[in-house]
């Protein structure tokens, strides 16, 4: 059974936190925030469970009480939410209004945790954690003064996260400090170059690619827009070169091998110098490698390269649209380690459709033979502007698993393989409510997912949908220049998206 939850508010307030706490106990609900003066709740559906926010002025001057209530509307709503029976629950708590927001904002989340915990009778792995970046939190405690063990129970009791995860954030948050502590966070940057195309899309991807077919004819006037505002990128950098280069996308080897020499070497020409750290290019989908263009690539300073299976099961790659073969990826692996590359990345996804522990283990399985130098274990997220959201209804039979269990075997996976985990993040409508988790070996960390994650070093974007990021104030300020998604106007506005990045980068360079 679908649920629809309407979470009904009498003022603007942190309805974005409120929403996503309701979201990591409830994933596959539909929630809708309204406003109890917008329309009469009469209106509601009779079946919708209803959740209420309020607050009531008290009799002291500055002291006002937030209820919460939750109403499943009937005994199925009421099953599928974990609760006991239909009753309203209801909490209540004395808050100080004068209190800094922050404050107030974390009494709410914490009473509406321990109320939906208590009445659901689950713990969440990450407490009331909505946000993405636990490690930032980690790092923060520790930049205060806190020992590993404060930071530990502070995080415990603060926000209810499990030791488990409170232990990976701290692992976490100190190989990052470690890497990057040699990284010119106030005057370098980073670049990535967005390459938007697949051979076909597949069903829970979010990162706005094409498929190659329909824009073959155009890849050749994208890369010429490309090179126009990677050139302008350099200028009005003054000259400056990056740290670390990353060309994702899409599936950057989607490309031909004429169209790879002509994009790397435009970027080893204009962006590559010794203070280059780390330069990575996604060859994600196996179906797009090939033995010569994996020789493309290592005529240039490519040292890092990314063979994402996903899964190394044939049903679920059919059914999630990879139009690949297991021994494709296979084949691409083996290539790649063939061509001499020594740093190559596998990114794969828990919790897709159909898949549970037999499934992820006989992936694992073929992970350990094939032993990458680092490992990307994604949780599925279910994101609005994916086909999987779209076609939800029709794999609702499907499971969506994601356990503490196959979170376990995953990491004794990339323990197997010498590999320790260096960045994390969380996403909205995640499954099980985990994180997503990079672990490496020794050297062979990807710097720009820590930087991009953590915001510590200002990343420019070229390509369509590419964000720049420019950080200033050590990570305190956070300006966003974003580039076009739709692919036709990305290929006819560079001139105004060239000028808004002129602007943030001045401000920038100026800082
Ligand atoms: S390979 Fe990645 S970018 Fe391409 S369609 Fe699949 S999920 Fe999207």
Not at 88 to 115: F, G, H, M
Request: charged fraction near 30%; aromatic fraction near 8%.
């Amino acid at each position: 059974m679908h649920v629809r939850i309407t979470l009904w508010f009498d003022r603007h307030v942190f309805e974005y936190d409120i929403y996503s706490l309701l979201k990591a106990f409830w994933p596959g609900a539909d929630i809708t925030i309204r406003y109890t003066d917008e329309t009469e709740k009469e209106e509601q559906q009779a079946e919708e469970t209803v959740c209420e926010l309020y607050y009531a002025p008290g009799e002291e001057p500055y002291t006002e009480t937030v209820r919460f209530h939750l109403v499943p509307g009937s005994a199925e709503a009421a099953e599928t939410l974990g609760l006991s029976g239909c009753g309203a629950i209801t909490a209540a708590v004395e808050t100080d209004t004068r209190s800094d927001k922050i404050i107030l904002k974390n009494q709410v989340k914490e009473l509406i945790y321990r109320t939906l915990s208590e009445q659901t009778h689950r713990q969440l792995p990450w407490g009331d954690l909505t946000g993405i970046r636990p490690v930032k939190l980690m790092s923060g405690l520790l930049q205060e003064g806190k020992t590993d063990e404060e930071a530990l129970a502070f995080m415990q009791k603060t926000w209810f996260v499990s030791r488990k995860k409170a232990q990976l954030a701290l692992q976490t948050a100190k190989r990052e400090e470690a890497l990057l502590k040699d990284i010119r966070t106030e005057d370098g940057y980073s670049l990535y170059i967005g390459i938007p195309f697949c051979p076909s899309i597949c069903l829970y991807c979010s990162f706005g690619s094409h498929p190659l077919a329909v824009w073959k004819k155009k890849t050749d006037t994208y890369l010429d827009v490309l090179e126009t505002e990677l050139k302008s990128v350099y200028d009005l950098m003054e000259g400056r070169r990056p740290d670390t280069i990353y060309i994702g996308g899409g599936t950057p080897t989607s490309l031909t091998e004429a169209q790879l020499e002509r994009l790397l070497t435009t970027v080893t020409d204009t962006f590559v110098s010794d203070a280059l750290r780390e330069f990575t290019v996604e060859a994600g989908r196996p179906d797009t490698i090939t033995k010569e263009k994996l020789q493309v690539l290592r005529q240039f300073p490519v040292d890092r390269i990314s063979v994402n299976p996903q899964t190394m099961n044939q049903e679920t790659l059919d059914r999630i649209g990879r139009k690949h073969t297991v021994e494709e990826i296979r084949t691409a692996f083996a290539a790649a380690r063939d061509a001499g590359f020594t740093n190559i990345n596998m990114d794969l996804i828990v919790g897709l459709p159909g898949e549970g522990e037999k499934e992820v283990d006989r992936t694992l399985e073929e992970i350990r033979k094939l032993s990458p130098d680092s490992l990307t274990v994604h949780s599925l997220a279910l994101k609005r502007a994916t086909r999987l959201h779209l076609f939800r209804d029709a794999y609702e039979e499907e499971s969506f698993v994601n356990s503490e269990r196959i979170m376990d075997m995953t990491e004794a996976c990339a323990t197997d393989l010498g590999m320790t985990p260096y960045y994390l993040y969380r996403q909205k409508n995640i499954a099980g409510n985990f994180e997503n988790v990079g672990y490496a070996r020794e050297g062979k960390a990807c710097l720009y997912n820590i930087l991009i994650m953590e915001q510590r070093q200002t990343i420019l974007g070229a390509g369509s949908g590419a964000s720049t990021k420019l950080i200033h104030e050590n990570g305190t300020r956070v300006d966003r220049v974003e580039n076009v998604k739709d692919l036709q106007q990305y290929l006819t506005r560079i001139e105004e998206m060239t000028e808004r990045k002129r602007k943030g980068i001045a401000a920038f360079l100026n800082g």
